[in-house]
DNA sequence: ATATAATATAGAGTGAACTCTATGTCAAGA
DNA sequence: TCTTGACATAGAGTTCACTCTATATTATAT
C-alpha cells in the first residue's frame, strides 16, 4: 500500500510541510512516481513512527539525521544504531529522575502554599 | 548581601544578557543604585533558582511570567500560584509518565538490535 | 477541454529563548 | 588625569523546528 503526500500527512498527523521539511533534513526519502509526487511506503509509515518516538523524548533533528543515515546504510551499522540508542536512553533516564526530582521540589512548595494560605485565612 | 550583575552571572550561570533579557520579560527586577546598576539581592537568588526549577520542567517563560506577575502582587495571589504549579504539577507528571514509556520501548528496539546483532554474527 | 484540487520547488516568515553588537556611561586603579 | 573594565540600553542576529507563500506543474472530475 501506497500512499500520496496527503494521505501521509493524515495518516502520520504531520502536515505536508513537516513532511517534506524531514525530507530535506534527509530523515525520510520516500520513493516518486512517474510524475514525480512522491510516494510513501508502509515502511516509511513505520519509520516516522519510530522518528516520532525518538522526537518525543526529546531527541533533536540532527541526530536524528545521524541516526536516519545509519539506517540507511544498511545492515552493518546496526552496532552503532544500537549504540547511539542506548546513549539516548541513558539521557533519558537521566532526564526522567531530574524530572521526578523537580517535581517533588515543586510539590513541597504546592505544600508550603497549602500551609501559608491555611495561615493566612484562619489570621 | 548584594551582588553586581556580573557577581549574580557567575552565581546563577546565568550570563549577563539572559538575566537582563528575564528582567526584559519581567521575571526578575533588581533594585538599582545610585549609579542606576543592578543591585541583586538574597531574595533575588532564591527566585532565580526558582525560575530555574520551573524552566527546568519545560514551563515556558510566558507562564513563569505569569508567575511573577502574581508574586509581585503579593499574598493575596498565593491561591492562584498554587493553582498554577499544582496544574504545572500535573503537566509534569503526564510528561514522565509519557517518557518512560518511550525509554521501554526504546529498550526493546535496543534488545531487537542485540538479537539482530548476533544472529548475523554467528551467520 | 477546462476548471479545480493536489502536488512540486525554493525560499521567506514565525516564535521561543536566548545571544551578541553597537554605542554610551561611570567608577576605580596606575 | 587617563585608561581600562564593568555596566547601561536598544536593537540586531542566531538556532531550532517548523510553517507558510509564491509560483509552477500535474491529475482528475465535469
Redesign the interface.
Given at each position: 500500500m501506497e500512499y500520496t503526500i496527503g494521505e501521509f500527512s493524515k495518516l502520520t498527523n504531520l502536515g505536508i510541510h513537516t513532511l517534506r521539511y524531514y525530507e530535506h533534513e534527509g530523515l525520510l526519502t520516500p520513493e516518486r512516481n512517474s510524475g514525480n509526487r512522491r510516494r510513501y511506503s508502509e515502511k516509511d509509515l513505520v519509520w516516522v513512527m519510530?522518528i516520532k518516538?525518538l522526537k518525543?523524548?526529546g531527541m533533536p533533528i540532527k541526530q536524528i539525521q545521524h541516526y536516519a543515515k545509519l539506517r540507511a546504510a544498511g545492515?552493518s551499522t546496526?552496532?552503532d544504531?544500537?549504540e547511539l540508542?542506548?546513549a539516548?536512553?541513558n539521557t533519558?533516564?537521566m532526564?526522567?529522575r531530574?524530572?521526578?526530582e523537580?517535581?517533588e521540589?515543586?510539590?513541597s512548595?504546592?505544600e508550603f502554599?497549602?500551609m501559608?494560605?491555611e495561615r493566612?485565612a484562619k489570621k
Open positions: 519510530f518516538r518525543d523524548t545492515d546496526l552496532p544504531r544500537m540508542l542506548a539516548h536512553k533519558l533516564c532526564q526522567i531530574q524530572l521526578q523537580n517535581m521540589k515543586l510539590d512548595k504546592i502554599y497549602r501559608e494560605i493566612i
